[in-house]
């Protein structure tokens, strides 16, 4: 099987330069079977990953440790569920995974247009193509996951334990299907660029190819963030740790690319912003890999480092100096086609959204790599911690919340004082009743303050939006109020959907703001004894040895009361995993909506007195709360709508965009 | 360096647990800190659960009761394990460019912003006469859905 997985990503290499010069020659020529031809070859390359996936799956399963990464990565204990996890768990499979997903996506792209955008997708089949020739190179010749050993080892050494969690099954694969799939809206962008059709079309084409990888990495990133919450035992799940930080930024991208394809598409503006948003969003996934791969700055998640930084920062340069180049040399045909009515006007709101936007892209790109500048230029080894990304991303990320809310109670075109006035009083009322609110229950902090009355403030705007709406389709379309905020829901599911994903983040500040009310406390205790924290008792009940194939487990036994009521038992344990010598804290935690008893043990001595540390964190629920709804907001949003369904039968019978001879002998 | 570190961690097992927890105001001076213990990834050193991290917690709850300030013991840990022990980067010399480059564009930014809404203010292109009222974007998606469903009942029934 390895032979045939090896085999078939030699002749994946082929089949990725194949469809790419066959697909930029048929569209220079305008020949359409060689365009097909380029077509096909891009299946054939998904194919053929295919194979080498499942090869490297089936020498996972079957234990067959003579292959390097399996015997690195793998040990005949694990669980099934992490030996198939183990696939992504180590450098090169993850490279070879990641690869298999952007083929999938350019594969399942080709499908959903056939007949669609057909002076884009040539180009488009290049930009997947060229990303998936890069990374079969980079299989073969710098990430090798086939590479034999000289002998079998009886056993392999395991996936790293602090990996061995559930979460961590399903979260890097999200992540990658996110960052990934930011190939697809840079390869429409650069598609656009090359055959000269700059109008809206790629904008449209590549919408919903935006949402998904966008909605992908932010369903990732929370999922990285419970995950952290749950295994590494510092009572957070947000560290600004590079690995999270490299995630972050293109998510960000995206989100400003999202808002301003609006202005594009209503106003025909921000034409060269748009495309280069593409290009950069794409290039952060790029230079977000190739950071925590090449091992050039330090972070606690990066599981897999290697030599392969010169492919990566190579690749990343080439691909940036070719898109801004094209963009370049189009720019005259990028002219904005409308004049700016009024200075108070949604077009100004969502310029400010990508200000603020990237402002907070700049920061976190920058305190990611500074200690790196600082060390280059001054010799100097520097941190910049959680600290610095905190007091610089809360102030920016406050203005976006407020921008959040301010935005759609501007109108396109001019917004008059008067219904400025109008507008802002709900919102504002609504700022001014939750800040009085949390005043009375007792917040103090400035910082929590100011979120809470913004998250008030956003709020209202929305309702405020939703109430109009519903009322409007009560007087025109004779609906009940509900049904009309159906009706606007599945009518109108990008603006109501995306008002969705607002209130999403609304929740997600109120989870943030939490962490400023975070009571920790660190104590030890003989069994037997109990101790008061806050409103808690806990009492250490016990401890327990224990020991499996892979590992040794001891744990505590508490019972934790609030006032007299008996919650539950918590089960804080530590383990030591015996194949890497390592120790890993596993926390147990009382959840409610309210807060999270988040205890850790520390350390035990030999009779048996054992040190705890604990951490209430309120309204935590709310991060993953708010990442639900997230989620749940952007499918509503992608949702096919029976318009959708019906232009796209529509364009299946009438081929759009070519030019007569082609559309003739199709 | 991973069996040393867990030497250490066991031979400071015990020691840690005898004493005390840790104080707030220990906590208070270690999170301007790091673990450099070289597994840890400079977990702050107020929250960091290795044995180096509490030994040197320790230290620093000794140095509190002796009297010394935050300053002082911060100045000490620098002086023993260079700038990379704090949390964030002094705000001074070249490292003041930390801080202040964010500021900067993020100020850089918005005058971005201003000189592109300036341009389009000036644009030559007028803009189509469309009455702009408050609800002419429902209005003007609703009668575009209509016009829309008409021709495709149209084109589906040929």
């Keep these: ?666 | 360096m991973r069996i040393l570190f867990f030497a250490t961690l066991i031979a400071l097992s015990g020691p840690t647990l005898s004493s005390s927890a840790t104080s707030a105001a220990v906590k208070e001076v270690a999170q301007d800190l790091v673990c450099l213990c070289g597994d840890c990834n400079r977990e702050s050193l107020a929250t960091c659960l290795c044995g180096f991290a509490a030994s040197l917690r320790q230290e620093l709850n000794a140095d509190l009761d002796a009297g010394r300030t935050r300053q002082q013991i911060i100045d000490q840990f620098v002086e023993q394990f260079g700038p990379v022990v704090l949390a964030t980067p002094p705000a001074e010399g070249y490292n003041l460019l930390a801080w202040i480059a964010p500021a900067a564009a993020l100020i850089l930014g918005i005058a971005m912003v201003r000189s592109v809404l300036l341009s389009w203010r000036r644009s030559p292109i007028a803009p189509p006469e469309i009455d702009s009222t408050a609800n002419s974007d429902e209005a003007e998606t609703a009668e575009y859905e209509d016009r829309l469903r008409r021709e495709l009942d149209r084109f589906d029934s040929r």
């Excluded at chain 1, 350390?603 to 709804?629: C, H, M, R, T």
């Design chain 1, 1 to 666: 099987m390895v032979e045939i997985g090896y085999f078939s990503l030699c002749l994946a290499l082929v089949a990725a330069g194949y469809a790419l010069v066959a697909s930029l020659v048929g569209a220079r020529r305008q020949h359409l079977g060689l365009v097909r031809s380029g077509e096909r070859g891009m299946l054939a390359l998904t194919g053929l990953l295919t194979v080498a996936v499942a090869a490297l799956w089936h020498a996972l399963l079957t234990h067959d440790f003579e292959v390097q990464y399996v015997a690195e990565n793998s040990n005949r204990a694990m669980p099934t569920l992490y030996t198939v996890a183990a696939l992504w768990g180590g450098q090169n499979g993850s490279l070879l995974f990641w690869n298999w997903l952007l083929c999938i996506y350019g594969a399942v792209v080709i499908l959903c247009n056939r007949h669609r955008y057909r002076l884009l997708m040539p180009y488009v089949v290049v930009g997947m193509a060229g990303s998936g020739l890069f990374f079969t190179f980079l299989n073969l010749f710098g990430a090798d996951p086939f590479t034999r050993l000289p002998f079998a080892p009886a056993d392999g050494r395991g996936l790293n334990p602090l990996l061995q969690h559930p979460v961590m099954a399903i979260h890097p694969p999200l992540l990658y299907l996110g960052m990934v799939g930011m190939a697809v809206p840079f390869s429409f962008a650069l598609a656009a660029l090359w055959s000269r059709q700059l109008d809206t079309t790629w904008l449209r084409a590549a919408r919903r190819w935006l949402l998904i990888p966008w909605t992908f990495l932010g369903a990732g990133l929370l999922l990285g963030g419970r995950w952290a919450y749950e295994e590494l035992g510092w009572g957070g799940y947000w560290g600004w740790d590079p690995v999270e930080n490299a995630s972050l930024m293109p998510w960000l991208a995206a989100t400003a690319l999202l808002h301003s394809a609006m202005i594009q598409e209503r106003k025909g503006m921000l034409k060269v912003w748009n495309l280069a948003l593409a290009v950069i969003t794409y290039g952060l996934c790029i230079f977000g890999t190739f950071m925590t791969r090449s091992g050039i700055i330090d972070s606690v998640h990066a599981f897999a480092k290697s030599n392969i930084g010169p492919f990566f920062s190579t690749f990343l340069v080439v691909l940036l100096l070719f898109s801004f180049g094209l963009l370049w040399s189009r720019r005259k045909d990028l002219k904005a086609e409308n004049r700016l009515e009024s200075f108070a006007s949604r077009e100004t709101a969502f310029l400010l959204n990508n200000w603020i936007l990237l402002g907070m892209l700049f920061a976190v790109l920058w305190g990611t790599v500074f200690p790196l500048l600082s060390e280059t230029f001054t010799g100097e080894k520097i941190t910049v911690g959680p600290p610095f990304f905190n007091q610089v991303n809360i102030p920016i990320g406050l203005v976006l919340l407020f921008l959040t809310g301010a935005g759609p109670l501007f109108a396109w075109r001019r917004t008059s004082a008067a219904s400025l006035r109008h507008n802002f009083s709900v919102p504002l009322l609504a700022a001014a009743g939750t800040g009085l609110g949390v005043l009375i229950l007792g917040v103090r902090d400035g910082y929590a303050l100011m979120s809470l009355s913004l998250c008030g403030f956003v709020g209202g705007s929305i309702s405020m939006e939703f109430h109009r709406g519903a009322r409007a389709r009560q007087r025109n379309a004779g609906e009940s109020y509900l049904q009309g905020l159906y009706g606007l829901l599945s009518k109108n599911r990008r603006r109501y959907g995306g008002y969705v994903v607002h209130v999403a983040m609304i929740v997600l500040f109120v989870g943030f703001t939490g962490k400023a009310f975070t009571v920790e406390q660190e104590f030890v205790l003989a069994p037997g004894e109990s101790i008061s924290v806050e409103d808690y008792t806990v009492r250490y009940e016990a401890l327990a040895e224990s020991e499996d194939a892979n590992k040794t487990v001891v744990a505590a036994a508490l019972s934790l009361f609030q006032g007299d009521t008996f919650l539950g038992t918590l089960l804080p344990a530590w383990h030591h995993y015996r194949s890497f010598d390592q120790r890993t804290t596993e926390v147990s935690v009382y959840s409610s909506l309210r807060e999270d008893f988040y205890l850790i043990l520390v350390g035990n001595s030999e009779d048996d007195s054992a040190k705890f540390q604990v951490y209430i964190n309120p309204l935590v629920n709310a991060v993953w709360l708010g990442g639900l709804l997230f989620v749940l907001g952007s499918l509503w949003t992608m949702w096919p709508t029976e318009r959708d369904r019906r232009l796209a039968a529509l364009d299946r019978r009438t081929v759009q965009g070519l030019p007569v001879s082609e559309s003739a002998s199709l």
